[in-house]
Nanobody, 124 residues
Framework: QVRLVESGGGLVQTGGSLRLSCKVSGRTFTVNAMSWFRQAPENERVFVAGISRSGNTTPYADLVKGRFTISRDNANNTVYLQMNNLKPEDTAVYYC?????????????????WGQGTQVTVSS
């Protein structure tokens, strides 16, 4: 199995920053592509950022490009999402996702493994 556990969510004011972490355990050698998704109340779960195993490919959603940075530390089996200049529109539950496939996709169906989510709330 592969297990993903997110952490780092919380309450911040507009313009603040948070750093989310996703710790991978279990059969870590099977994990290649990883991504962050988010879901606000009454809305669909949407792609935020993704990263290939090497870190060379890092697609971002247009709404977060320039503000968020995804990275990974394979030695520690951890993926990060640095979120700067946060806006109220960023308020959502953030989910970490992983898949054995190499290609970094922007769709929910592209990922087999999911974390439990961590709440990010940005006050205006």
């Amino acid at each position: 199995q592969v297990r993903l556990v997110e952490s780092g969510g919380g309450l911040v004011q507009t313009g603040g920053s948070l750093r989310l972490s996703c710790k991978v355990s279990g059969r870590t050698f099977t994990v290649n592509a990883m991504s962050w998704f988010r879901q606000a109340p009454e809305n669909e779960r949407v792609f935020v950022a993704g990263i290939s195993r090497s870190g060379n490919t890092t697609p971002y959603a247009d709404l977060v490009k320039g503000r968020f940075t995804i990275s990974r530390d394979n030695a520690n089996n951890t993926v990060y999402l640095q979120m700067n200049n946060l806006k109220p529109e960023d308020t959502a539950v953030y989910y970490c996702a992983a898949d054995a496939r190499q290609m970094v996709t922007r769709t929910i169906r592209g990922y087999y493994y999911w974390g439990q989510g961590t709440q990010v709330t940005v006050s205006s």
